[in-house]
T-cell receptor, first 115, second 111 residues
Framework: DVKVTQSSRYLVKRTGEKVFLECVQD?????MFWYRQDPGLGLRLIYF???????EKGDIPEGYSVSREKKERFSLILESASTNQTSMYLC??????????????FGSGTRLTVV | RKEVEQDPGPFNVPEGATVAFNCTYS??????FFWYRQDCRKEPKLLMS???SGNEDGRFTAQLNRASQYISLLIRDSKLSDSATYLC????????????FGKGTLLTVNP
């Protein structure tokens, strides 16, 4: 069974801390994504990567950065955590074959609380 | 117009009922369409892709109307286990590998 694994299920961090969220996929997918999900706002794209060392900003990149040094691993970094970054963070990966998008596979999410 | 718009519900239906969800999207260049299911406090999971010809998977039927930019999901003979939030998902025009998610429709199936 294909898998996307997020390193932590629950995380509590202090304001101002640098936070690393890790995501690993075993499907050899080219594309990886970070979303956050908040009540009433749905899923919002933070950053995505379509290849090793390649990244593009999503809709809400402010306060975040990413790293993709290996194909299977995509890290989200909160440079200086703030309380408005308290959220559920979801990593996803996908493969696109020409014009065919097969959909995303999501990790189980990291619920981050910044205090 | 929002990129992907769904009725948020909630929909409360008895077991055995047929329920339909609708979704509209704004970008006529979108190429890929999906329905995802999300259980409470879990990650979204792919329920089915949606094709122009319409497609069926057991009790679930999905339809796409490109002219009207409209997607639907029909669930027949609802089960208690169908209770979840259903997300309409559309690829972004010009970027088939990026998806936009609707905010979801909450379904509760009652005994």
């Amino acid at each position: 069974d294909v898998k996307v694994t997020q390193s932590s299920r629950y995380l509590v961090k202090r304001t101002g801390e640098k936070v690393f969220l890790e995501c690993v996929q075993d499907m050899d997918h080219e594309n990886m994504f970070w979303y956050r999900q908040d009540p009433g706002l749905g899923l919002r794209l933070i950053y995505f990567s379509y290849d090793v060392k390649m990244k593009e900003k999503g809709d809400i990149p402010e306060g975040y950065s990413v790293s993709r040094e290996k194909k299977e691993r995509f890290s989200l970094i909160l440079e200086s955590a703030s309380t408005n970054q308290t959220s559920m963070y979801l990593c996803a990966s996908s493969s696109v074959d020409g014009q065919e998008n097969y959909g995303y596979t999501f990790g189980s999410g990291t619920r981050l609380t910044v205090v | 117009r929002k990129e992907v718009e769904q009725d948020p519900g909630p929909f409360n239906v008895p077991e055995g009922a047929t329920v339909a969800f609708n979704c509209t999207y704004s970008n006529s260049a979108s190429q890929s369409f999906f329905w995802y299911r999300q259980d409470c406090r879990k990650e979204p999971k792919l329920l089915m892709s949606v094709y122009s010809s319409g497609n069926e998977d057991g009790r679930f039927t999905a339809q796409l109307n490109r002219a009207s930019q409209y997607i639907s999901l029909l669930i027949r003979d609802s089960k208690l286990s169908d209770s979840a939030t259903y997300l309409c998902v559309v690829s972004r025009g010009g970027s088939n590998y990026k998806l936009t998610f609707g905010k979801g429709t909450l379904l509760t199936v009652n005994p």
